[in-house]
T-cell receptor, first 116, second 107 residues
């Protein structure tokens, strides 16, 4: 049973970079894609993108110019960076395992607030 | 992007009720649809994929149907543990997109 846990600051200042890391255990890193999804308050879930074990990425065009997802296979971790953060990036951020195109396991989520 | 629309956005029901939630896609997604359940403060849990296939361990009171642009999630007999928010999600094309959610609460 895979377990995923996010870590990172709960508050980011406007214009700075939002950075989160997800640590996973109990699974083979090569078999899956590793994704980020977020949910702004009162809004629907938004898929941000994924990274494969080889470092291949696929991003939602809505975030294309600001997002970077990377992976550290030696630590079973993958990371999200979202530059030029604004209040609109305030959201609960989830990391998730993606089997093919299916999101089949999720973390509990962490609230990141963009505020000065 | 493919837009996903769920209805209703919320509903009140009693234990033992049969509940149906509808999800519509803005274009044909064949059967590439998943359903998730989320309880407050918890991770979303996968219920159904391929429109009607239950994930391992999901009880048979949950069922899904539909193809193309219209889909339904049915809970045959609502139990206290089923009060939650339910989301549909298409995986026909990237970017993956979600419905707005249906909150099921106690009448």
């Amino acid at each position: 049973q895979v377990q995923l846990q996010e870590s990172g600051p709960g508050r980011v200042k406007p214009s700075e970079t939002l950075s989160l890391t997800c640590t996973f255990s109990g699974d083979s890193i090569k078999t899956y894609y590793w994704s980020w999804v977020r949910q702004p308050p009162g809004k629907r879930l938004e898929w941000i993108g994924y990274v494969s074990y080889s470092g291949t990425t696929n991003y939602n065009p809505a975030f294309q110019s600001r997002v970077s997802i990377s992976i550290d296979t030696s630590r079973n971790q993958f990371s999200l960076k979202l530059t030029s953060a604004t209040a609109a990036d305030t959201a609960v951020y989830y990391c998730a395992r993606q089997m093919g195109v299916l999101l089949d396991s999720w973390s509990q989520g962490t609230l990141v607030t963009v505020s000065s | 992007d493919i837009q996903m629309t769920q209805s209703p956005s919320s509903l009140s029901a009693s234990v033992g009720d049969r509940v149906t939630i509808t999800c519509r896609a803005s274009q044909d997604i064949n059967y590439f649809l998943a359903w998730f359940q989320q309880k407050p403060g918890k991770a979303p849990q996968s219920l159904i994929y391929a429109a009607s296939t239950l994930h391992s361990g999901v009880p048979s009171k949950f069922s899904g149907s539909g193809s193309g642009t219209e889909f339904t999630l049915t809970i045959s007999s609502l139990q206290p543990e089923d009060f939650a928010t339910y989301y549909c999600q298409q995986y026909k094309t990237y970017p993956l997109t979600f419905g707005g959610g249906t909150k099921v609460d106690i009448k």
